[in-house]
Every structure is written in structure tokens, then in C-alpha cells.
């Protein structure tokens, strides 16, 4: 392999293996902790000093850092083991950046805001009430302090994909439906969930253009829950005929028994990032129909 340009760390994940695909698996070093995959690297900071492995293996043009317990529920149950991954690796990682000069681009997420207004840009003071959130706005700050120009950050939304299999927002309402199997759904939660493809692209064209400092990588339009469950069912319907099952519970999202308080409205604005890069991320109104358009295609193969 020739010399690797950028290093995906966290790369074994939903978003880390589409990154991988989209910057050139020939271009790229990625790593996994748990999850083998070919080509990986095996990288857990609980385990292995992260200078050292930076040492080996850090020195490219770029470095992302998608690495995270993501879990909201696992953050919460363990917010000790969380933290050593979330905020403390995350930072030695960080430092190492600063002192070789190396450009890093950290996910955060929407989960750092509070939800009590929505529509929030990058202007506004976060004040999460999740652990998860908590432990990526403190990497956010210090980024902030000790990166001020060598770090991208992007917050994330709830990401998805167009692929039947792959068990995401979407395809997991279908395959519940299929399978006749109950679904609780959220009446209250607004967010502006991201298609993955969009979300790699806009790390892709940030880092390429040295755009410096945080975004808000997310969808164009928040929705509810449920509504977007309900345009789900919509393109269902005017493709594939009647759903094979309904047996949907409408609920708030703070009914279902959580550890902590969850935020309600988080939707974002992305004016800052559509100003600054040419990306133009689909509404998931148009991620329903193009899952919908997938299964079909499915089916006629």
C-alpha cells in the first residue's frame, strides 16, 4: 500500500466504514476496536497508549476521529468507561494532533444541545442534559482552547442510510413492518437527521477546503419522529401497496423508561455549512423514497 493520507479512526462503524468508501480505501488507514474488518487496524485506547499508535501509524495529511461510545443508553449506564473513550482518548488524541500539526476533524453531535428551542446554529451555548452529550461538548470545548486552527468539528444528527439491510432509522421502521413486529415511536423528538452519504461528503469537502472550526453537519429540514415515520409509510404505500403490518404506539420521548432526560426538540440550522461548502444534503423526505426506491429494485432483481 502507498503512503496513506488520511487516518479514520473509528473507521469500523456505520459512518467510519462510508467515509472509508468515499475518501479510498487505497487513501486510508481505519481502525476498529471491536469489530474486525479488512484492512483494519485494531485501535482501542482503553488498551493501547494513543501516542504510541499515533506514533506508528498518525503521520498524514488528515486525521478523523469518529471514534465513540455513541450509545446514549450505554453513555448513561456507564459513564465512567464512556468518558475514558469519549472525552479522555479523544483528547490525548487531540494533543498529539497539536504538537505534530496534523488537521483533525471530530464528530460531535446535536445531543450536546438542551432541546428546549430547536432550530440552533453554532452561535448558540450548548447545555446538554445527556451524558453523551455532556462528554462531547467538553471535547468540544477543548478543541476550542488547545486546536483553535487545526480542528473541524461537525456535529451530527441521526444518520441513515438508502441500504434495506443495514438496520438504520429508516430501514429499521420496514423491516419492523414486515416482520409484524410493534414499534414505539416518538411524537415530541424534532431533529434534522442527515443522510450518511451527505454527512461524509460534507467531512470530505470541509477537510479538503481546510474549513476550520464547527458545523453543524445535519439535514436541511428538522421533522418529528413520528411524522417522519408517517412519510415512511406514505412512500410505502404509493410503491410497494399496503403496509404487511401497523402496530405502531405513539409516545413522548421521555415515556419509554430512560436512564436520563432526553431533549426534545434539537433540530439544527446549517446556514454556516451550506455558505461554506458545495453540498446540497437530501431531506428525509427524499431518503423515504429513495429507501423505498432500493427495496423496490430489490424485489424486481
Not at 496534523?102 to 447545555?127: C, K, M, N, R, W
Not at 421521555?254 to 440550522?269: F, H, K, Q, V
Request: with cysteine; aromatic share 8%.
Amino acid at each position: 500500500m502507498a503512503m496513506a493520507r488520511f487516518l479514520i479512526i473509528g473507521a469500523s462503524g456505520f459512518i467510519g466504514q462510508h467515509l472509508l468508501r468515499q475518501l479510498g480505501p487505497e487513501q486510508c488507514l481505519g481502525t476498529y476496536a471491536h469489530t474486525p474488518f479488512d484492512g483494519g487496524i485494531h485501535f482501542d485506547p482503553t488498551l493501547i497508549d494513543p501516542d504510541q499508535f499515533l506514533d506508528l501509524y498518525g503521520h498524514v495529511e488528515q486525521i478523523y476521529l469518529l471514534m465513540a461510545v455513541s450509545s446514549l443508553i450505554t453513555c448513561a449506564n456507564d459513564p465512567q468507561g464512556s468518558y475514558a473513550i469519549n472525552v479522555e482518548a479523544s483528547k490525548a488524541i487531540a494533543l498529539w494532533c497539536k504538537k505534530h500539526q496534523i488537521p483533525l476533524l471530530f464528530t460531535s453531535s446535536d445531543a450536546v444541545f438542551g432541546g428546549q428551542q430547536g432550530l440552533y446554529d453554532e452561535q448558540h451555548i450548548p447545555t446538554p442534559l445527556v451524558t453523551y452529550g455532556k462528554q462531547k461538548r467538553e471535547v468540544e470545548v477543548f478543541l476550542q482552547a488547545h486546536l483553535p486552527h487545526l480542528h473541524t468539528t461537525v456535529r451530527l444528527s441521526k444518520t441513515y442510510s438508502s441500504n434495506p439491510q443495514d438496520k438504520t432509522l429508516l430501514s429499521a421502521w420496514v423491516r419492523a413492518w414486515q416482520q409484524q413486529q410493534p414499534i414505539m415511536c416518538a411524537t415530541d423528538q424534532r431533529f434534522n437527521p442527515i443522510h450518511v452519504e451527505d454527512a461524509v461528503v460534507g467531512m470530505q469537502q470541509l477537510m479538503a477546503g481546510q474549513h476550520r472550526g464547527l458545523y453543524h453537519l445535519c439535514g436541511p429540514t428538522p421533522v418529528d419522529r413520528y411524522q417522519l415515520l408517517l412519510d415512511l409509510q406514505e412512500c410505502y404505500e404509493q410503491q410497494l401497496g399496503p403496509l404487511p403490518s401497523w402496530q405502531v404506539k405513539a409516545c413522548l420521548i421521555n415515556e419509554l423508561g430512560l436512564a436520563e432526560t432526553w431533549p426534545i426538540d434539537i433540530s439544527t440550522r446549517i446556514d454556516k455549512l451550506l455558505a461554506t461548502i458545495p453540498l446540497h444534503p437530501r431531506t428525509p423526505q427524499q431518503g423515504c423514497q429513495q429507501l423505498i426506491q432500493a427495496i423496490v429494485a430489490e424485489r424486481s432483481c
